[in-house]
């Protein structure tokens, strides 16, 4: 990606640190829009259980690999990245998370990467998971920038709206560390629908304004029925 163009992408982010009040429209009207948009309220709760396998090239590495997500709502995740040297497993059950590596023992995780997981957690709530989180998002608007924001767990995210089509084309996200702040930002592409669910099918992904992955999706599955053990270390 052009240097001039990571660098407006990350402009965004700049945007929305300072709230402007919205003019217009509201919460509820923004939501309502999105979940029409996305199939419907009956459709989305399809959302709430479900597995997504994506195939992922690291840019950094320039290297092949896939990414498996099982997600519970409101507070489960599972992911499970494979690449030909390596593989590491992420699981968030509310407040507590492991990682495990090369299918060692696995290790409780804490302070920045509890955070991380909780942040790519919220970048998958859906419109529906949102509206059910509406006491803490808050919309923005800023020009032809229109944004929710909701904060939760300490971590700020923006899922950034296209006011045309309704759909949430960018989620930009930041974790605080001693020594600053990292910015996190999704671009969401390619948007069909899947069993009457609009999904995107392409992510590009950025951290700290150095564009590290692109993904595609390959498969997702609805309404799964998760054993005890999937959102366990």
Known sequence: ????????????????????????????????????????????????????????????????????????????????????????????????????????????????????????????????????KIDSVSLIENGDLLALSLVENGVHVHYMVNKDKWLIEKVAGTIITNSGEIQFLTEYSDFSFEEGVMMHHKENKFAAGMNTAVLELRKVTFDVQFDANRFRP
């Open 1 to 132: 990606m052009p240097i001039f163009i990571r660098l407006s992408v990350f402009m965004l982010v700049a945007v929305f640190s300072y709230p402007v009040c919205a003019q217009g429209s509201d919460v509820h009207t923004v939501l309502d829009k999105l979940i029409q948009s996305y199939g419907g309220e009956k459709n989305l709760q399809k959302l709430d259980s479900m597995v997504q396998e994506w195939d992922m090239v690291a840019l950094m590495r320039k290297t092949h690999g896939t990414d498996k997500r099982s997600i519970q709502a409101p507070g489960k995740l599972r992911v499970e990245l494979s690449y030909p040297e390596k593989s590491e497993t992420r699981i968030l059950n509310g407040d507590i998370g492991y990682a495990i590596f090369e299918g060692k023992a696995p290790e409780r995780v804490s302070g920045m990467q509890l955070v991380a997981m909780q942040l790519q957690l919220m970048r998958l709530y859906s419109p529906l998971m949102l509206r059910s």
